[in-house]
């Protein structure tokens, strides 16, 4: 150990010495080349950016001056007929002659700027006039302009073309500050700008500009730059010598003007710039070596070179030279800092390489006195762990270490014989192993002790737990039988008791329609309350059964909210007129139209709360609510509200409110198993959503579900075809085969189906059904699921396998979920559990069998109020005429009469309590509301049609009973 820590100490002052001139120049190197990078780079971003304003600004320039030449040529052409002649200074003053030229100073008004007119002695008084009058308008057009410009103006030269006059504007000794022009310099100027424009008036026009270099030393203290233009003078300035050519009009752009930095420091930002006309001419500056120059940045002997040109229209070029001395000027500075980096990187240096003495070498040598220390209590505590751990060379499987509990227990053999140990990955693995009547965990690893490759293992007694989790495992399966049992029991117990509560019920049923006096009716009614009760007693607590034991489907199908809403209300009007309260809906515009889920479930709910609602409410109202919560693309969330003004609940019973068999005692009315609640709490949460309850005594209770559903989007509605003509006429009854082996629920359901205004065919088999098949033609099948000799599977197996293609319902006694997925599956269309109700019965044979919604008389004509004779002949005559209205407005394309004669019958229908027919007609009136009267819409308005005359002729023949 001791030698060890003599070659850690060696390695920990061999390596500070390394780390100190590595980190030192390191630090160094890193700090001056990325603080001479950046300095340089700024110092180049900082020129680059100083000429290219610079260019933006002379090009900007030069774009104004263009403009301004252009707008005079424009205004002052002899096409233009708006030049005043007789426009004349407010005053003219003689500044002297040179003896061959007179020269004038004229002001428009007193204060105006001033212009300076020369002329010779050609020049006619008329012609004097028309030069004054020039000099008038282009001062006043100089002014305007150059006021509203942000750049300097320049100074402006009018020469005629036979050197008749010159104007210049503004005029000698005017308020120019920058190069102002002085009566000495005027005669000179005017000459040399005159003599270097003599060659170049061939190539002037109206409407270019042509771009000159200023004649050398043309102004002492200033570079600029010569932009004329033609102007065709119109004869009332110039009458004669218009053949001379055209009068040339000078404006001289004063480069010194363009930087603001360059005017106010009177210093420029470049050692030589050189401008280049789109014409290749060069304004400003010399080539040089410079002609052949990269665009953008580039370097050269002599320094900086920055190339750049316009992008769009003329393609002017500039040059711009810095020198390095000029440029290193500005790295002062930085100069002085990097210095001062370089310095205290030293003092960084000096400072990292103390604190790595301090923070890592002196820690390792502790730390390896430590390891020392820590490896011989990893002995100790190897020894004594209560695992058995072991290390195993992988070259020849030779044990190189191995605790107590390792060799009592003998699993390192055992796992050696299990295991290629030149395979074993380097993830960590596990095998369960059996030794001696011992159950033992094996961990293992791959890794490396003492240079070698070595394997590690772990063992841990697992005996206790491997019984423990067989006995587990025999419990479960005991559950299982159990649960099992109570399944098959809920199965048994469904077919036994709904069997005969359908006898009951259904003759029930048929009994009200029959003729009975107040007193039995009485007793009927009461009876058929018990019976419901009862019924529901039992569906719900065979609902909770199914929940509990996983039996409950759920449905994804496209529905629309607003319909489903609807129909909840529909289905307890009778109940909430009869205590005289009436039920409003409010439905959201924003809700979508078509939505997935389980319109079943959510109607369930929404039946348990109305019903709730309208047995505790005795006066006030309820509402029933369908708001948007939140909404995107996809999904919605929705909250469906029955909002009531009864009696309400107290608050310390609201937290009991959904649990199984809870009760508010409170309420005097309180009846059922108080199981509707818990299950409609269950089956929110099924579908993902919750239920919550506001309330407060003697102010009602407001119910909500909350609902995250799916979008459905909308398509195009498919076109309805027309209906077929066949041998079936209207109003002819339907044909329906039942197959039903128990005696009473032939006879119930041969009478309902009778009340129902069909003709059934009662079986008490398959065979015989299928016998009965074979003999006529049947519209509907409705079957049985559970017959002797040949039950409703097999007999719907062979209807379909003999082509069969008639819609077929099978009728169960059991209403656990496998039931009806197996009934959907051998082929059957739908399936409906017992006891059948009339309604029931109804909605199903209308739901699968379209014909029923011509021929089923006794659907439209159930639930009418008595009519006297004279009521029905009015009836019968009102019916007609809406018939005829509604026709012209289908042949016509009117969707407006149709709409308003739809919703005529609907209230005439709903007073005599037509139902169905009032449901149709109000359907078809929303339709019409919502869209126009297509080829769809005309369809299904003609089926109603058929129905009303149907209708008008019962009524006609004889009395409704």
């Not at 340089?40 to 600004?57: I, M």
């Not at 060799?407 to 990955?425: C, F, M, Y």
């Amino acid at each position: 150990m001791k030698h060890a820590s003599l070659r850690l100490g060696a390695l920990a002052l061999s390596s500070q010495r390394l780390n100190k001139g590595l980190l030192l120049l390191a630090g160094l190197t890193l700090l001056l080349t990325s603080t001479s990078y950046w300095a340089v780079s700024r110092l180049v971003e900082a020129e680059q950016d100083k000429v290219e304003f610079h260019f933006a600004r002379v090009i900007e320039n030069i774009h104004e001056h263009e403009t301004f030449l252009r707008n005079v040529a424009s205004a002052y052409d002899r096409t233009n007929h708006s030049l005043l002649a007789d426009v004349q200074p407010a005053s003219t003053t003689a500044l002297g002659s040179d003896g061959h030229r007179e020269l004038f100073q004229g002001r428009a008004l007193p204060l105006s700027l001033p212009f300076t007119l020369a002329y010779d002695s050609r020049l006619t008084s008329m012609e004097t006039r028309g030069a004054l009058s020039l000099g008038t308008q282009l001062t006043d057009y100089y002014s305007t302009y150059w006021a509203g410009s942000y750049y300097a103006s320049p100074q402006m030269f009018v020469f005629a073309p036979n050197a008749q006059f010159d104007i210049a504007v503004p005029g000698i000794d005017g308020t120019r500050q920058r190069l102002p022009l002085r009566q000495a310099q005027y005669l000179e100027i005017a000459g040399r700008l005159r003599e270097q424009l003599q060659p170049q008036r061939p190539l002037l026009s109206g409407t270019g500009v042509r771009w000159l270099r200023a004649p050398s030393g043309l102004y002492s203290t200033a570079k600029t730059l010569v932009a004329s233009i033609g102007v065709d003078l119109p004869a009332s300035v110039m009458p004669s010598r218009q053949e001379q050519g055209l009068t040339t009009v000078v404006a001289l752009l004063d480069m010194g003007q363009i930087n603001e930095i360059e005017r106010l420091l009177r210093r420029p930002v470049y050692n030589q710039f050189t401008l280049i006309s789109p014409q290749g001419e060069v304004l400003l500056g010399s080539l040089d070596d410079d002609s052949q120059a990269p665009m953008g940045l580039s370097f050269s002997g002599k320094g900086l070179r920055f190339k750049m040109s316009t992008e769009n229209g003329a393609r002017w070029t500039a040059l711009y030279a810095i020198s390095y001395q000029d440029f290193l000027r500005y790295a002062k500075w930085p100069l002085v800092g990097l210095g001062l980096t370089v310095l205290l990187a030293l003092l960084v240096g000096w400072w990292i390489n103390r604190w790595y003495r301090l923070q890592i070498v002196q820690p390792a040598q502790r730390a390896q006195q430590r390891l020392f220390e820590g490896e011989a209590f990893n002995r100790v505590m190897m020894d004594n762990a209560p695992v058995g751990l072991s290390v195993v060379r992988r070259e020849d499987h030779e044990v190189l270490l191995e605790n107590q509990r390792a060799r009592e227990w003998q699993g390192t053999a055992e796992l050696i014989k299990s295991l290629n140990l030149g395979d074993v990955p380097a993830t960590p693995d596990e095998v369960w192993l059996e030794v001696a009547g011992r159950h033992l965990q094996a961990c293992f690893v791959a890794t490396r002790y003492q240079g070698e490759d070595v394997l590690l293992c772990g063992f841990n007694d697992i005996t206790q737990h491997v019984d423990t989790a067989q006995t587990m495992e025999e419990a479960r399966r005991t559950a299982d039988q159990a649960s099992e049992a109570k399944t098959l029991f809920l199965a048994t117990m469904s077919h036994e008791i709904r069997t005969p509560l359908y006898g009951v019920l259904g003759n029930l049923e048929l009994l009200g329609l029959t003729d009975l006096n107040h007193r039995q009716r009485q007793y009927l009614e009461v009876i058929q309350g018990s019976s419901a009760v009862l019924f529901q007693l039992i569906s719900d607590v065979l609902d909770v059964s199914k929940i509990e034991s996983g039996q409950i489907a759920l449905e994804a199908i496209t529905f629309c909210p607003q319909d489903l809403v609807q129909e909840a209300v529909r289905g307890f009007t009778a109940a909430a007129q009869h205590k005289g309260l009436p039920i409003q809906t409010e439905i959201e515009p924003q809700v979508p139209a078509r939505l997935r889920g389980d319109p079943g479930r959510i109607r369930q709910i929404l039946n348990n709360l109305l019903s709730n609602a309208i047995k505790f409410t005795e006066s006030g109202r309820v509402l029933v609510r369908l708001a948007v919560v939140e909404m995107s693309e996809a999904r919605v969330a929705l909250q469906w509200q029955v909002s009531d003004t009864g009696a309400g609940i107290p608050e310390k019973a609201l937290e009991q409110l959904f649990k199984p068999f809870y009760q508010v005692s409170e309420r005097d009315q309180s009846t059922g198993a108080g199981l509707g609640l818990s299950i409609c709490a269950r089956l929110s949460e099924l579908m993902g959503g919750s239920m919550r309850v506001v309330s407060e005594p003697g102010l009602g209770s407001s119910f909500s579900l909350l609902l995250e559903l799916p979008i459905v989007a909308l398509q195009a509605p498919p076109a309805v075809s027309q209906p077929q003509q066949g041998s079936r006429l209207p109003g002819k009854p339907l044909q329906i085969l039942v197959a039903e082996d128990n005696p009473i629920n032939q006879a119930i359901l041969q009478e309902q189906l009778q009340a129902l205004g069909a003709q059934a065919t009662v079986t008490e088999n398959g065979e015989r059904a299928l016998q009965a098949w074979a003999a006529q033609a049947f519209d509907l099948v409705i079957t049985d699921v559970n017959m002797p000799r040949m039950n409703g599977y097999e007999l719907t197996r062979e209807l379909r396998r003999i082509g069969a293609t008639v819609p077929i319902i099978g009728v169960t006694a059991n209403a656990m979920r496998e039931e009806g997925e197996r009934c959907l599956q051998v082929g059957m269309n739908a399936w409906v559990v017992k006891p059948l109700s009339l309604s029931m019965l109804r909605a199903t044979v209308l739901a699968h069998c379209s014909e029923a919604q011509g021929g089923g008389l006794a659907v439209d004509l159930e639930g009418w109020i008595d009519l006297s004779p004279a009521m029905r002949q009015l009836m019968e005559r009102t019916l007609h005429e809406d018939i005829e209205q509604i026709e012209q407005g289908l042949r016509s394309g009117d969707g407006t009469l149709v709409q308003q004669r739809l919703h005529s019958l609907n209230g005439g229908l709903a007073t005599v309590r037509a139902t169905a027919l009032s449901m149709a007609c109000g359907q078809w009136e929303a339709a019409l509301e919502q869209g126009p009267l297509d080829a769809r819409a005309s369809a299904g308005i003609k089926v109603l049609l058929e129905r009303l005359r149907v209708v008008a002729m019962a009524l006609r023949e004889e009395p409704r009973a």
